[in-house]
Nanobody, 122 residues
């Protein structure tokens, strides 16, 4: 079965950094674009960023450009979200997702992780 397992979430002060990881299994990892999304209680899940199958291109939501960076290591079946200069409004549950083919900013991904909590204190 396909499984996406996230790690690296936690509590950090405003201005600090975290690195989230998402390890994939049960799929041909290099055949999937990978995305990161986030969701607060009572709100819709929103797009954070995505990376192409080879890692050659990325795209980000305007709210995180310059602060959050997506990368991937296909040899490790892992995608990363490096989070710098964190703000309290970045507090959310963060989800990774896998999509066959081209990366997308909408909820049209094939597989989803369980989510990991990121809390940024003021």
């Amino acid at each position: 079965q396909v499984q996406l397992v996230e790690s690296g979430g936690g509590l950090v002060q405003a201005g600090g950094s975290l690195r989230l990881s998402c390890e994939a299994s049960g799929l041909i990892f290099s055949g999937y674009s990978m995305g990161w999304f986030r969701q607060a209680p009572g709100k819709e899940r929103e797009f954070v960023g995505a990376i192409t199958r080879t890692g050659g291109s990325t795209t980000y939501a305007d709210s995180v450009k310059g602060r959050l960076t997506i990368s991937r290591d296909n040899a490790k079946n892992t995608v990363y979200l490096q989070m710098n200069s964190l703000k309290p409004e970045d507090t959310d549950v963060y989800y990774c997702a896998a999509k066959a083919g081209w990366m997308s900013s909408v909820l049209e991904y094939d597989y989803w992780g369980q989510g990991t909590q990121v809390t940024v204190s003021s």
